[in-house]
Nanobody, 123 residues
C-alpha cells in the first residue's frame, strides 16, 4: 500500500511561482514512478510531470516543459513540482501519483493518487 500527501497549493498571480510537495510512504516498488496530474472542471485529468526513482529520468507534458521542474529528495520519499511562469491555464487541482512503470503519461499507469491540492493562478 502507498500513501501520498500533497502540500504547497495556493493562490498566485500570473507569472508567479509555486512549489508543490508530495510526501510518499509505503512499498517502494509500487511507487517507483511518481509524478503529477492536474484536473480542472470541464476537462479530463491531464499529465503534468513524472519522475522515476530507479534511473532518475524525468518527463513532462509539452504544456509545462521549460516552466515546471519535477525533482525528488535523496531518501526517495518526497517529490516536488517547482512551477514557474504560471498562467491562469495552470489553475487546477494537482494530484500526486505513484505507480510501477516509468515514463508513462497515462493516468491508468498510476495506481495511487493523493487527495489533491488546489492551485489558483489569477490574471
Amino acid at each position: 500500500q502507498v500513501q501520498l500527501a500533497e502540500s504547497g497549493g495556493g493562490q498566485v498571480q500570473a507569472g508567479g511561482s509555486l512549489r508543490l510537495s508530495c510526501a510518499a510512504s509505503g512499498r517502494t516498488f509500487l511507487r517507483n514512478a511518481m509524478g503529477w496530474f492536474r484536473q480542472i472542471p470541464g476537462k479530463e485529468r491531464e499529465f503534468v510531470a513524472g519522475l522515476s526513482w530507479s534511473d532518475g529520468n524525468t518527463w513532462y507534458a509539452d504544456s509545462v516543459k521549460g516552466r515546471f521542474t519535477i525533482s525528488g529528495d535523496n531518501a526517495g520519499n518526497t517529490v516536488y513540482l517547482q512551477m514557474g511562469s504560471l498562467n491562469p491555464e495552470d489553475t487546477a487541482v494537482y494530484y500526486c501519483v505513484a505507480g510501477v512503470v516509468r515514463g508513462s503519461r497515462s493516468a491508468n499507469a498510476y495506481a495511487f493518487w493523493g487527495q489533491g491540492t488546489q492551485v489558483t493562478v489569477s490574471s
